[in-house]
């Protein structure tokens, strides 16, 4: 296979996946001796999401209010709904009876108090050129003016909301909403300024916790490990590796090499300055005998270096090779500080899992995988991380039972690996591969 030879085609073949780190919200440091992680391979969904760790939310000052939180505000005075008219693109008005889509406005969180707010439409909550009429005529928030809104104190779900002028907001009638309220009644249902909220839609992903914490509190809690996962010529031969035909041909020229250690470098160099970088993990699954444990242990090596160059405290992952020896990679290792060694469990792939039963698949991870697992973990060794894992198997008809106790059975062995582990994946067409289903319909439980 011929090698590309210029950096625009070899990004072409260079996959690299993301892994997320599943923190428990305290800050974390990068040398901590005793901290294991557990995450989820996210391959194109690089994405947070809420059910993964619903308490990475928790810290968050007035975690209600986070970006794109659909709230419906109704007048305490005249009962009815505030309504960006037409959707948006003109007045807003306090005369609907009910609330749907035109009724909802969407926050734009700007910190724990104040916020951009969008209409159907798409434009933003601002004032009109006399300063006092609310409008939704700017699709430009920078432009459009900040609104804080402001929960009474025993009653949260009752507010009153600060226009860019500094007055609040009133409906005295129907026909329009104006800014020109002192804010300093008593919370009465006769005070214009009052105004009931409900809150109607829940965002909770990457962007909710991310500026939700802020630039300098979100690094400590999401972190990421980078994974090689395709290189040029294929390490392993298979489609996830970007093979072409099912040849091994990455390793067998310097050039090769060269290009992989170039791409690390690449990526190491872009986010080593971003708190976020947990760990680089130099290629996935390299297979033997099509990759020599020579070739591999010199691209070790380079890799290694140029990480440590950009990044001195993030960890090193090195990938075991497919149908390599369990150890063969501790005296690579041994020279190496920060560095983890990857291995990956699938009661799959291979014929002796064909006819098991249940009770056999259990029993294999419970005895079999503990004392591979066991064999690897030493006192003065790299740490050792499950990189891939999934509650898949060769079993018919299993129960939702049956899957529980298999997965189960994987969360307390892996759960010994120093390192931690990672579910292979994120999202999946198959169901039992896919972390958001099973965790979303019981299967798994964290």
Same mark, same amino acid.
């Given at each position: 296979?011929?090698?590309?030879?210029?950096?625009?085609?070899?990004?072409?073949?260079?996959?690299?996946?993301?892994?997320?780190?599943?923190?428990?919200?305290?800050? *974390?440091?990068?040398?901590?001796?005793?901290?294991?992680? $557990?995450?989820?391979?996210?391959? #194109?969904?690089?994405?947070?999401?809420?059910?993964?760790?619903?308490?990475?939310?928790?810290?968050?000052?007035?975690?209600?209010?986070?970006?794109?939180?659909?709230?419906?505000?109704?007048?305490?005075?005249? #009962?009815?709904?505030?309504?960006?008219?037409?959707?948006?693109?003109?007045?807003?008005?306090?005369?609907?009876?009910?609330?749907?889509?035109?009724?909802?406005?969407?926050?734009?969180?700007?910190?724990?108090?104040?916020?951009?707010? *969008?209409?159907?439409?798409?434009?933003?909550?601002?004032?009109?050129?006399?300063?006092?009429?609310?409008?939704?005529?700017? /699709?430009?928030?920078?432009?459009?003016?900040?609104?804080?809104?402001?929960?009474?104190? !025993?009653?949260?779900?009752?507010?009153?909301?600060?226009?860019?002028?500094?007055?609040?907001?009133?409906?005295?009638?129907?026909?329009?909403?104006?800014?020109?309220?002192?804010?300093?009644?008593?919370?009465?249902?006769?005070?214009?300024?009052?105004?009931?909220?409900?809150?109607?839609?829940?965002? *909770?992903?990457?962007?909710?916790?991310?500026?939700?914490?802020? @630039?300098?509190?979100?690094?400590?809690?999401?972190?990421?490990?980078? !994974?090689?996962?395709?290189?040029?010529?294929?390490?392993?031969?298979?489609?996830?590796?970007?093979? $072409?035909? #099912?040849?091994?041909?990455?390793?067998?020229?310097?050039? /090769?090499?060269?290009?992989?250690? !170039?791409?690390?470098?690449?990526?190491? &160099?872009?986010?080593?300055?971003? @708190?976020?970088?947990?760990?680089?993990?130099?290629?996935?699954?390299?297979?033997?005998?099509?990759?020599?444990?020579?070739?591999? /242990?010199?691209?070790?090596?380079?890799?290694?270096?140029?990480?440590?160059?950009?990044?001195?405290? &993030?960890?090193?992952?090195?990938?075991? $090779?497919?149908?390599?020896?369990?150890?063969?990679?501790?005296?690579?290792?041994?020279?190496?500080?920060?560095?983890?060694?990857?291995?990956?469990?699938?009661?799959?792939?291979?014929?002796?899992?064909?006819?098991?039963?249940?009770?056999?698949?259990?029993?294999?991870?419970?005895?079999?995988?503990?004392?591979?697992?066991?064999?690897?973990?030493?006192?003065?060794?790299?740490?050792?991380?499950?990189?891939?894992?999934?509650?898949?198997?060769?079993?018919?008809?299993?129960?939702?039972? !049956?899957?529980? $106790?298999?997965?189960?059975?994987?969360?307390?062995?892996?759960?010994?690996?120093?390192?931690?582990?990672?579910?292979?994946?994120?999202?999946?067409?198959?169901?039992?591969?896919?972390?958001?289903?099973?965790?979303?319909?019981?299967?798994?439980?964290?």
């Amino acid at each position: 296979m011929k090698t590309p030879n210029t950096k625009n085609q070899l990004l072409g073949i260079i996959c690299v996946f993301a892994i997320f780190v599943i923190s428990n919200g305290r800050s *974390r440091t990068m040398n901590s001796n005793n901290q294991k992680i $557990r995450a989820v391979n996210l391959g #194109g969904w690089l994405v947070t999401e809420g059910w993964m760790k619903p308490s990475l939310f928790d810290s968050i000052p007035n975690k209600d209010f986070l970006d794109g939180a659909g709230l419906q505000f109704k007048s305490a005075t005249i #009962g009815k709904f505030l309504c960006a008219e037409l959707g948006g693109g003109t007045i807003i008005v306090a005369n609907r009876t009910s609330a749907s889509g035109w009724e909802t406005f969407r926050l734009w969180r700007i910190d724990e108090t104040n916020f951009h707010l *969008r209409v159907f439409n798409k434009e933003f909550l601002g004032l009109d050129s006399n300063g006092i009429n609310l409008v939704a005529v700017s /699709t430009n928030s920078e432009t459009s003016g900040i609104f804080e809104i402001i929960k009474k104190s !025993d009653d949260s779900s009752h507010v009153r909301i600060k226009a860019p002028n500094g007055l609040f907001l009133q409906a005295k009638t129907e026909d329009s909403v104006t800014a020109d309220s002192n804010g300093d009644g008593q919370w009465r249902d006769d005070d214009p300024s009052v105004f009931e909220m409900t809150k109607v839609e829940t965002m *909770r992903g990457e962007y909710q916790v991310t500026n939700g914490y802020g @630039p300098t509190k979100a690094p400590k809690i999401m972190k990421v490990i980078l !994974d090689l996962h395709a290189a040029p010529g294929s390490q392993n031969g298979y489609e996830h590796s970007s093979g $072409r035909d #099912g040849f091994i041909e990455w390793g067998l020229t310097d050039e /090769t090499i060269r290009q992989t250690v !170039d791409v690390i470098e690449f990526f190491t &160099a872009r986010y080593a300055k971003n @708190p976020s970088l947990y760990a680089v993990e130099l290629i996935n699954e390299p297979r033997a005998p099509g990759v020599p444990l020579s070739v591999l /242990t010199k691209y070790y090596e380079a890799g290694y270096k140029v990480v440590r160059k950009h990044a001195p405290n &993030a960890f090193v992952v090195l990938s075991n $090779r497919l149908s390599g020896e369990p150890k063969e990679l501790f005296p690579v290792a041994s020279g190496m500080k920060h560095v983890v060694v990857d291995v990956h469990y699938y009661n799959l792939f291979s014929d002796i899992f064909n006819d098991m039963t249940v009770e056999q698949n259990i029993d294999f991870i419970q005895t079999n995988r503990s004392a591979e697992l066991q064999a690897i973990t030493t006192a003065n060794g790299p740490r050792i991380f499950v990189g891939e894992w999934v509650a898949e198997w060769q079993v018919r008809g299993a129960t939702k039972q !049956d899957f529980q $106790r298999f997965s189960e059975a994987q969360l307390e062995v892996w759960g010994r690996a120093s390192f931690g582990w990672a579910y292979w994946s994120l999202k999946n067409v198959n169901n039992h591969w896919s972390m958001d289903w099973m965790i979303k319909n019981g299967y798994i439980n964290l």
